[in-house]
């Protein structure tokens, strides 16, 4: 079994920027796949980056919404991936989720809270 545990939400003005962290309980190397996803009250699970090939170096894929302004990066020496998100706006309020696949099936963290409002 895999954990996950995200951490670095919080509350933040429009245009600020927050740096989320996912803590994984194996080597991010030998996970297939690993995702930020996000949720907003009302609304579906947003896939909103998308690293792939880790152990090859990784390819990262983002939504159209985000893209230009959030940046995903693994550091497999901690076992951690980052979001970084830059240039905030209101919609992007949710709670974002840390997402892992090992042998086919999908682990995820708790989710942590991003606020964005002024």
């Known amino acids: 079994q895999v954990q996950l545990v995200e951490s670095g939400g919080g509350l933040v003005q429009p245009g600020g920027s927050l740096r989320l962290s996912c803590a994984a309980s194996?080597?991010?190397?030998?996970?297939?796949?690993m995702n930020w996803y996000r949720q907003a009250p009302g609304n579906e699970r947003e896939l909103v980056a998308s690293?792939?090939?880790?152990?090859?170096?990784?390819?990262?894929t983002y939504a159209d919404s985000v893209k230009g302004r959030f940046t995903a990066s693994v550091d497999n020496a901690k076992n951690m991936i980052y979001l970084q998100m830059n240039s905030l706006k209101p919609e992007d309020t949710a709670v974002y989720y840390c997402?892992?696949?090992?042998?086919?099936?999908?682990?995820w963290g708790q989710g942590t809270q991003v606020t964005v409002s002024s």
């Open positions: 997402n892992g696949r090992l042998r086919g099936r999908s682990y």
């Open positions: 194996t080597s991010v190397l030998s996970l297939s796949v």
């Open positions: 690293i792939t090939g880790i152990y090859g170096g990784g390819t990262i």
